[in-house]
């Protein structure tokens, strides 16, 4: 009897790594000797918008496309994109989602409230279906181990035993796929997010970041290069390169904390943090 074909969706917000993490689910398919189809949208990506990624495996595949209600696992890398493509899911299927929310740009400006436009959670979403859901902190696990850019492996380790394939192949995908330099952390981030388990569904969703009174803008000069993209990003003008070339923050008292500037800038050179944390020094 041929192998029924298999489907996975990724879905997060440009910037969060969507599009590497189709990748090393797709070559880790490969590897475990699947044919593999992968499609993916990600034009909004530079904006902060929705990425997402399908990806679909078995003996013989026809086309990339998951349907509806076919996904044996949806891994969202932010809570609202979740929400948007649970749909995607199978009765009785797995998701996979990070509990980070994140505020699209568009909704941060002029509204000073992100209650009313950030998603509620309506439970029977997942009950109805008798989902399970496999809820990470993604973030916070990646920079435990020391590099915040790994959280979309910690995600792919909860991932992965929905795929049915050996940790073997998981691992040289990342090996082969992540930036030279990373490997290891990236693995430690992938066996820490095997370690997930099954959770509740919050009736609530953790409060996004954002509004809670201007965020801190924190510039690490030493990396930053002053290529003006998180500048021009900026939804509420907070930041300007000087004649000098060096990057300023000048509206510090307006930062909705969307975090777009952290997200779009090449160089990890700035950094944003919520009202009450403390931050130090900026480096000059
Ligand atoms: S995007 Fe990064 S490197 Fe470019 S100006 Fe902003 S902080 Fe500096
Ligand atoms: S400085 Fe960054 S986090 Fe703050 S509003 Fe501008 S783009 Fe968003």
Redesign the pocket.
């Known amino acids: 009897m041929p192998e029924q074909t298999k489907g996975l969706v990724l879905a997060g917000v440009g910037g969060q790594g969507v599009i590497l993490a189709g990748m090393i689910v797709a070559d880790a398919l490969v590897r475990a000797g699947h044919d593999v189809k992968q499609s993916e949208v990600h034009g909004m990506a530079q904006r902060g918008g929705s990425v997402f990624s399908h990806i679909r495996w078995g003996q013989s595949v026809d086309s990339p496309l998951v349907p509806e209600a076919s996904a044996e696992v949806l891994a969202a890398f932010e809570w609202a994109e979740a929400l948007r493509w649970v749909s995607y899911v199978r009765e009785g299927g797995a998701v996979v989602a990070d509990l980070r929310t994140i505020v699209p740009?568009g909704a941060?400006r002029n509204t000073r409230s992100w209650a009313t436009t950030y998603p509620g959670v309506d439970p029977d979403l997942f009950v109805d279906r008798r989902l399970t859901a496999h809820l990470v902190d993604a973030a916070s696990t990646a920079t435990e181990l020391g590099n915040v850019r790994t959280a979309g492996s910690v995600i792919l380790g909860a991932v992965s035993r929905f795929c049915g394939i050996d940790q073997i192949h998981w691992e040289a995908a990342i090996e082969s796929l992540v930036p030279r330099g990373t490997e290891e952390v990236n693995l430690a981030a992938f066996r820490a997010g095997c370690e997930v388990g099954e959770a509740t569904i919050p009736v609530a969703p953790a409060p996004p970041e954002?509004f809670s009174g201007?965020?801190q803008?924190e510039i690490d000069h030493t990396w930053c290069k002053g290529c003006d993209i998180?500048?021009r990003?900026?939804?509420?003008?907070?930041?300007a390169v000087d004649l000098r070339g060096q990057l300023n923050?000048v509206?510090a008292d307006?930062?909705?904390?969307?975090?777009?500037?952290?997200l779009?800038c090449p160089d990890f050179a700035?950094s944003?943090h919520p009202p009450s944390t403390e931050v130090v020094t900026a480096v000059d």
């Open positions: 740009p941060c954002g201007p965020h803008i998180c500048s990003v900026c939804p509420e003008y907070c930041l923050v509206n307006v930062c909705t904390g969307c975090h777009l500037c952290e779009l700035i944003i």
